[in-house]
T-cell receptor, first 112, second 109 residues
Framework: EAQVTQNPRYLITVTGKKLTVTCSQNMNHEYMSWYRQDPGLGLRQIYY???????DKGDVPEGYKVSRKEKRNFPLILESPSPNQTSLYFC???????????FGPGTRLTVT | TQLLEQSPQFLSIQEGENLTVYCNSS?????LQWYRQEPGEGPVLLVTVVTGGEVKKLKRLTFQFGDARKDSSLHITAAQPGDTGLYLCAVGSARQLTFGSGTQLTVLP
C-alpha cells in the first residue's frame, strides 16, 4: 500500500531533550516536506526537500533540523525542544512536477 | 495577514442542508487545491483547480475557481455526517505549499 508513515504518533517530552520524528514514504517520491499544524494558524511548512541531499527552509524552520540521506526517509530533528514546539506535525511527499501531496498520519508532540 | 483567508472558520449544520465555504486572497494563483482532513489523520487532496472560472464536481461537492484566480469556493449539497472534517485550501509552487487556516465543518445527524 502506498503510504507515508511517521513515528512516533504521540510523544511527550521535556524541554531540551533531543528528539527525532521519522518519516518514510514508499512511493519513490522526490519531494518531501514537514509541516506543523496549530489551532487558528493552519499548516505551516517547516522544511522541505526536493531530492536526496537537497533540503531548504520553509516558513517556520527555527528550532528544527532535517536530513535527506535516502530518498524514502526525511527525519525531523529537534535538538533542544521548547514548549512552543508543542504541535501536531505532518510529513508529506509527492512526485516532482505533480501537485498532489500525500500526508502522513501526524505526530502529536507535547514539550513540557 | 494570511495569504489565504478561509471562511467561515467554523460551521455546524444539520444533515441534508447545503453549505458553501470560501477561500479568498488578494493574490493571483496558477492553481489552487482543496484538502479535507479528518480527526487523527493527515489532509487528503480533494481537487485541484487551474483555470479561472473552472467548476469541478466530486459527487455532492462542487468546487469553483474565481474568474480572476484569486479565490475559490466549495459547495456541498445535502451534507452528510461523513462530510464532517477540516476543509483546507492551498496554493503552491514547486517548492512550497501554503495552506489557509481551514473551515471546520460539523454535520449533525
Amino acid at each position: 500500500e502506498a503510504q507515508v508513515t511517521q513515528n512516533p504518533r504521540y510523544l511527550i517530552t521535556v524541554t531540551g531533550k533531543k528528539l527525532t520524528v521519522t518519516c518514510s514514504q514508499n512511493m519513490n517520491h522526490e519531494y518531501m516536506s514537514w509541516y506543523r499544524q496549530d489551532p487558528g494558524l493552519g499548516l505551516r511548512q517547516i522544511y522541505y526537500s526536493m531530492n536526496v541531499e537537497v533540503t531548504d527552509k520553509g516558513d517556520v524552520p527555527e528550532g528544527y533540523k532535517v536530513s535527506r540521506k535516502e530518498k524514502r526517509n526525511f527525519p525531523l530533528i529537534l535538538e533542544s525542544p521548547s514548549p512552543n514546539q508543542t504541535s501536531l506535525y505532518f510529513c508529506a511527499s509527492r512526485l516532482a512536477g505533480v501537485r498532489e501531496q500525500y500526508f502522513g498520519p501526524g505526530t502529536r508532540l507535547t514539550v513540557t | 495577514t494570511q495569504l489565504l483567508e478561509q471562511s467561515p472558520q467554523f460551521l455546524s449544520i444539520q444533515e441534508g442542508e447545503n453549505l458553501t465555504v470560501y477561500c479568498n486572497s488578494s493574490s493571483v494563483f496558477s492553481s489552487l487545491q482543496w484538502y479535507r482532513q479528518e480527526p487523527g489523520e493527515g489532509p487528503v487532496l480533494l481537487v485541484t483547480v487551474v483555470t479561472g472560472g473552472e467548476v469541478k464536481k466530486l459527487k455532492r461537492l462542487t468546487f469553483q475557481f474565481g474568474d480572476a484566480r484569486k479565490d475559490s469556493s466549495l459547495h456541498i449539497t445535502a451534507a452528510q455526517p461523513g462530510d464532517t472534517g477540516l476543509y483546507l485550501c492551498a496554493v503552491g509552487s514547486a517548492r512550497q505549499l501554503t495552506f489557509g487556516s481551514g473551515t471546520q465543518l460539523t454535520v449533525l445527524p
